[in-house]
């Protein structure tokens, strides 16, 4: 009984802190919804027409200045940012490097001969031979008598084509009765 109810509390309290954390982010939504009502009450005043063909000639002037100079701050604010964060890349990777737990790449196994390992390692003026077979013993194999049974038997496509249709069978069949 005791452990449920635990598990009755438990349940209620995850329940209230997840509700108090919806409730935050509405309101911080209202008051960011708030803040940009009163940025654009306070920077963008409701347009007013006027009747003459000059006076709009004028407000459209004064408009598209406007325009150019937010545009312009535009783009400033967004070198400052790319600025920035390129800046906070380079230090995050230089603070990963100080750190030492770097990922290592995965490497290609790249097939290269003593001869051009060396010449990599020392560099293309040292000119050096090295002929790794050269100091091996030679060895002779014996001959066994695996080794001549296998040679006895010879191809093994002549030996399925032997034992293969009817003439095949009726030789295996001779020689397991006899």
């Not at 995850?14 to 654009?40: D, F, G, P, R, W």
């Amino acid at each position: 009984v005791q452990k449920k109810k635990r598990a009755v509390t438990a349940r209620r309290q995850h329940l209230k802190s997840v509700m108090l954390q919806i409730a935050a982010t509405e309101l911080e939504k209202e008051s960011s919804e708030s803040e940009k009502a009163n940025y654009l009450a306070e920077h963008c005043p409701p347009l007013q027409l006027p009747g003459s063909m000059q006076d709009l000639q004028e407000l459209c002037k004064k408009l598209h200045t406007k325009v150019e100079t937010v545009d312009e701050e535009r783009y400033d604010t967004e070198m400052k940012l790319q600025k920035t964060t390129k800046e906070l890349e380079d230090l995050s990777q230089k603070l990963f490097d100080l750190r030492g737990k770097f990922k290592r790449p995965p490497l290609k196994r790249v097939r290269m001969s003593a001869d051009a390992m060396l010449r990599a390692l020392l560099g293309s003026k040292h000119k050096v031979c090295m002929d790794l077979r050269a100091n091996l013993k030679q060895v002779k194999k014996e001959d066994t008598e695996k080794e001549k049974d296998l040679r006895d038997v010879g191809d093994w496509r002549k030996n399925i084509e032997e034992k293969s249709g009817m003439e095949g069978r009726k030789k295996m069949f001779e020689t397991s009765e006899s």
